[in-house]
Antibody, heavy 119, light 111 residues
Framework: QVQLVQSGAEVKKPGSSVKVSCKAS????????ISWVRQAPGQGLEWMGR????????NYAQKFQGRVTITADKSTSTAYMELSSLRSEDTAVYYC????????????WGQGTLVTVSS | QSALTQPPSASGSPGQSVTISCTGT?????????VSWYQQHPGKAPKLMIY???KRPSGVPDRFSGSKSGNTASLTVSGLQAEDEADYYC???????????FGTGTKVTVL
């Protein structure tokens, strides 16, 4: 059974950076794309980017280009999402999600990590 | 890349059907058969309900069905049950520039 376990809640100052982890168990970590999706309070889902661990290649939504970095450590089956130059609008729950088998649909989700940006 | 457009709300009585639309463009919904639907209960992570327009993952009841016509995809929930009350989001592949886009979300209420 595939499980994604994310790191705990964070409180950050505007202008700083945050790095959220997502540790996978069950299944073959390297073979499946992991995406990061965020949800601001009371708002909808927003795709941020993805990584293909076996290739080490990451792609990002245009909105986050230059501000987000997604990486993966195959030795620990952990994906990371780092967001820099934080502002209050980045306050959200950040989810990692793994594709079901391939394509662009996510059958496995982490529990979410609340990142609060506040001075 | 703009979010796909969904109605803010939909409702139905137990046993009835409700259909949610998801409107995009020829660059996303209309251009690919990579539309998926997610159910999200308050405080929980989303759950995949439909993928590749009309396929159901293992364990998802056949009361949930998906379709697509042109730039609009639809999710139908038949035989509404109390536990179907949740937020629903569509998603689509959006090409090599933006890759993936979600809908604005629809709150389904079971009356």
């Amino acid at each position: 059974q595939v499980q994604l376990v994310q790191s705990g809640a964070e409180v950050k100052k505007p202008g700083s950076s945050v790095k959220v982890s997502c540790k996978a168990s069950g299944g073959t970590f390297s073979s499946y794309t992991i995406s990061w999706v965020r949800q601001a309070p009371g708002q909808g889902l927003e795709w941020m980017g993805r990584i293909i661990p076996i290739l080490g290649i990451a792609n990002y939504a245009q909105k986050f280009q230059g501000r987000v970095t997604i990486t993966a450590d195959k030795s620990t089956s952990t994906a990371y999402m780092e967001l820099s130059s934080l502002r209050s609008e980045d306050t959200a729950v950040y989810y990692c999600a793994r594709v079901l088998s391939s394509g662009w649909y996510y059958g496995y989700w982490g529990q979410g990590t609340l990142v609060t940006v506040s001075s | 890349q703009s979010a796909l457009t969904q109605p803010p709300s939909a409702s139905g009585s137990p046993g009835q059907s409700v259909t949610i639309s998801c409107t995009g463009t020829s660059s996303d919904v209309g251009g690919y058969n990579y539309v998926s639907w997610y159910q999200q209960h308050p405080g929980k992570a989303p759950k995949l309900m439909i993928y590749e327009v009309s396929k159901r993952p293992s364990g998802v009841p056949d009361r949930f069905s998906g379709s697509k016509s042109g730039n609009t995809a639809s999710l139908t929930v038949s035989g509404l049950q109390a536990e179907d009350e949740a937020d629903y989001y569509c998603s689509s592949y959006a090409g090599s520039n933006n890759l993936n886009v979600f809908g604005t979300g629809t709150k389904v209420t079971v009356l």
